[in-house]
């Protein structure tokens, strides 16, 4: 190692090819990456800590480092780019959570999730921002947008609830309006942050809380877009019933297509791989392709303008439903882990680069608010995120409780503390919009965007590793005393199950011609009373007859001579 | 999809988050790699056909139709750059061939590797340099630096062999010299690409070939650094045996340092795997912990200016032979083709942007040069690759069959052919040094410097189809004859280590005190006879007694409870 020092300067001619920085951060980065996984694995066993807190604690921790390695002059060592952090990190995370994930679940709870994404997500975002902007003109921070005229006139002409829906949705978009308001963090902090989520939930201890949160955060994608869209079309000055209509009506339209094209694009990958048989030469092939088609599903959605989040989760889904089992024994082993790992680096990432993110000098510099400012609105912000947040799990877990008959079926207070409390976190998705919108203000006051921007830093920091840390042993204590529930609701499901076949079974059995209407009557009746189970019996009947004999699917392709079997199959 | 056009100004906000440009690239990109999936497996069973030239030609094609779309203003869909190719491409392809690298044929034949990537190169180099300079000053091509007087000088006052390899180590760095020299081309095409090498030559069929052409590539890496790197402190003007010494101890230098970088990491990996045994929680943890800590280990050989490739190369080597071995079933499976995919991935990524690269409107504007002179030029630069290979790889080759008493160690007339032919192949490293070299001069004039990259390219696609496509149906047909010494040469091997073995346990069951001189002496004089035969053997003894005890490996390690094991093994 010495002798490398008397190398002639060895710093100068490497900028031939790659640039030296760049070199010192992915070496700092993947170091801190191996760092993360070894102590992750060590802390396992603890229930306090998780990988994501481990990997920002890490990440703080390096940070303080290279703060006093450059005497206080700059932690960025990586630049972060929202181009790097959409197109690259979210996709790989959102892609294998829908590729492992319990689709049964999933579907079953599917109307109780689209209410907490579509109308959770809206009541939040009004409640923060209505918030926010009581604070704010309170503490004195007047550069936030709110001198602007333009932005005063549209303030004091609406109802409060509109303006704010308004001015965040037009801020980001239109340069008539003011760039930078208050209400921008309503934007910032109602969206969950579903990466955060994978970390504290777990699919296989709470599988209805983690569908619920996790499908929260992925319909959460669709309703910003449709908010941020709508506003270029829609005169909100003349808001009324058939504006609303119109916004729902665009939300129903961008969710469906986003999840046709998922659908289609997964489709399309498993007839390619069916038709082709690629097992019959190269199991890198077929991998190469699942991965490609997925990211490809993202980046089309991404390019019409649809929510590339419910794309390629979609995608990933009958991804997992029919193509994972057109391939061969190996590459079925290899698609789970590596999809999986790559999910897992991506994420660790994201952690440790908010970690290394929270000490950037200039903006603590720049923002010259007291520390008892900064305490005391990112206090703020937390109460109200916390107050937002209950406000509509609260209330539509009730809603859907009393639609439901069945005891079992109810969400329960417990089970509605936990997904309240666990879509706490905010993370890197928070981060990322609060740089986008606040760092390249042109109208306000950087120091006062600078306040907003090091806030957010603190509450991603503070629920990080505060909301993070109590959500397992939360569970755990909860959980002891739902586990019979728990097990109850999967076997009452079956019950269900074998009950509707046992009704079609005679149905069927029955075959005189008249009694084919009784038949559809009695289908009919089954519906209203079990509509999920009902939905699935005939998705599977649908499914048996019609998809996996052209897509191909589980039993429906015959297992490839010399091939190993999966080690486990992806329920 | 009607509907999307009716949709207000789809591509105006999409700016926000991402830009659009980026990610129409990424979506042609990937459409694109998912088609040389597809056509690629299709013409699996064409002889004449490969993926890499797949992928040529259907960059190509789509260059042609972007240059239609946009009215020949550009092709430029996506701007390669160095970083992409060097940070993210380049290392998972050598990574791979590391891992999946039968290990006992590169060693069998490491001197040969060595000589043929040391001496072959700064043989070729000088050839084509002094080509080049013979050629540019007779078609009239004086803007390539050869005007400058600086570099006039330095041209008469040495002979010509000298000053090729002064004037083209000096170019790139030093600002006193010329930054385009003819003699740049003899650095930018004497220089093997293992990418190419691993699409022509199939491990399992030519073994001793594939590892002789890659070895080259790989050990290649560090002639160049060392021919770039040494030229700071040695003065030319003095050259003389010392410098030349020097020259050599400084390539030894950083070829051991690299070498052990590697090592050294790929031993550390199966320390901290076989130590905290992380089979027991995540196989997804090991297999990132591997991914990572071969990436980390090519960042810092970056960061310390020793050859990369080398490190990350015998780092997968470690890898396969230790790591591999600790973890558990479906680990191995997923790394095993994982790495297999991602490399393929990287490779077809690299040929697909060649292709599209190949119609850049503007330098084939820049260049005024008549078509004639184009092609005479990239005619000669082919002739001169074809001189310059086939001079250093039949002397070296016949120098090294006379050290060898076996026939069958010897390297054929046959298989010196293919080696030739096989390495002649030229891709994206090239075309990224060229762009490199001639697309930043201040000096020379733009136009001789766009001829010089058009030429470069012409020269890329003429190598990759032409003699790509030739090599398969050439192998096979020297093949045919050649399949009989093939299998004789390993059976050869192991009926030497067969009596290696009992000639040294007859010793060993001697085991009176006298008799171990006599022992010592029998195993020198087997060094003498069997040189490869008996470093493999002692080798083996000591993985077997200290080695795989401390870092696991085959055998070594207990089977996991109720893992699967791995479809097959490496060998």
């Not at 665009?250 to 007839?271: E, H, K, P, Q, R």
């Not at 603590?364 to 107050?387: C, N, Y």
């Not at 069945?406 to 969400?411: D, G, M, N, Q």
Request: net charge neutral; proline share 2%.
């Amino acid at each position: 190692m010495l002798n490398i020092a008397m190398l002639p300067s060895p710093l100068d001619f490497s900028t031939s090819y790659l640039s030296t920085s760049t070199i010192v951060a992915l070496c700092v980065f993947f170091g801190l990456l191996c760092s993360c996984i070894i102590v992750g694995h060590l802390l396992e066993e603890n229930r306090w800590a998780n990988e994501s807190i481990t990997a920002l604690l890490l990440g703080l921790c390096s940070g303080v480092v290279v703060l006093l390695v450059t005497k206080f002059r700059s932690t960025k060592i990586l630049i972060f780019s929202e181009d790097l952090f959409f197109l690259y990190l979210l996709p790989p995370i959102i892609f294998n959570a829908g590729f492992q994930d319990k689709k049964k679940q999933f579907f079953r709870n599917f109307i109780t999730i689209l209410l907490f994404g579509v109308l959770g997500t809206v009541i939040s975002f009004c409640l923060i921002s209505l918030g926010a902007f009581l604070l704010f003109t309170r503490i004195g921070i007047t550069n936030l947008g709110i001198k602007d005229h333009l932005g005063e006139t549209v303030f004091k002409s609406k109802s409060c609830i509109s303006i704010s829906l308004n001015i965040i949705i037009i801020c980001p978009y239109s340069d008539l309006f003011v760039h930078i308001t208050c209400e921008a963090i309503g934007a910032i902090l109602s969206a969950t942050d579903s990466v955060c989520t994978l970390q504290v939930l777990s699919q296989d201890e709470t599988p209805l809380l983690y569908s619920i949160v996790f499908g929260e955060g992925v319909v959460n994608d669709a309703t910003s877009i449709v908010l941020f869209n709508s506003v270029q079309t829609l005169n909100f000055s003349t808001m009324n019933a058939i504006t609303a209509l119109k916004l729902l009506g665009t939300f129903f339209y961008l969710f469906c297509t986003s999840t046709a094209l998922g659908i289609i694009v997964g489709l399309l990958s498993a007839y390619i791989i069916k038709t082709l048989y690629f097992g019959r030469h190269s199991t890198d092939r077929e991998v190469a392709l699942m991965m490609l088609m997925a990211y490809l599903s993202y980046m089309i959605a991404e390019l019409l303008n649809l929510s590339g989040i419910l794309t390629i989760f979609f995608c990933g889904i009958v991804m997992s439903h029919y193509t994972w089992h057109n391939v061969t024994g190996s590459s079925r082993t290899t698609t789970k882990h590596a999809f999986a790992t790559i999910s897992f680096i991506a994420e660790t990432f994201i952690f440790l680069y908010v970690g290394m993110d929270a000490f950037d000098v200039d903006k603590w510099k720049t923002s010259k608010a007291s520390i008892g400012t900064s305490v005391a609105v990112s206090s703020t912000l937390i109460a109200l995120v916390l107050i937002g947040r209950a406000a509509f799990v609260f209330s539509i877990a009730n809603i859907t409780n009393c639609t439901k008959t069945r005891e079992s079926a109810k969400i329960e207070f417990r089970s509605q503390f936990i997904i309240w409390w666990a879509g706490l976190m905010r993370g890197a998705v928070t981060i990322a919009l609060s740089y986008n919108q606040f760092s390249k203000s042109e109208i306000a006051s950087t120091e006062d965007s600078a306040l907003m921007i090091t806030s957010t830093i603190i509450l991603v920091l503070f629920s990080t590793v505060v909301f993070g840390s109590i959500t397992k042993p939360l569970i755990e204590a909860v959980k002891l005393r739902q586990s019979k529930p728990a097990i109850s609701d999967s076997t009452d499901n079956q019950e269900d199950l074998r009950l509707l076949f046992l009704e079609s079974n005679c149905s069927i059995n029955q075959t005189n011609h008249h009694e084919s209407q009784s038949r559809r009557r009695s289908s009919l009746s089954l519906m209203i009373r079990h509509p999920t189970t009902t939905v699935h019996y005939f998705w599977r009947k649908f499914d048996d007859k019609f998809m996996r004999p052209v897509f191909g699917g589980r039993g429906f392709i015959p297992a490839v001579p010399g091939s190993p079997p999966a080690e486990e199959e992806i329920s």
